[in-house]
């Protein structure tokens, strides 16, 4: 089973590392029960390279430790935006799983 949420529903631009830190300790709360937590960027139009880190990134990093019991995709993301994303995760050595 997979959680998917949508980020639109906090601006069509995302920013800022504690908006991003708040969010991910949210999503790890309600996520806890799923294998997948599906981040939605459908309709963004902007994400900071440190909300990228702190909400995906480390998102995907602490599920590959184990520390999350759930998996990280992304889908609905301009190539923009997969670009900010993408750059974040690598920096990182972390992975996300690709969705069919």
Known sequence: ???RYALAQHGLTLATRPIAESLRLK???QAAEFELLELDFTDILGISSSFADELVARLAEESQ???VKFDIAVSGASSEVDGVVSRAVERRGAKLVQLN
């Open 1 to 3: 089973m997979s959680y």
């Open 27 to 29: 999503l790890t709360e």
């Open 65 to 67: 430790a184990g520390k």
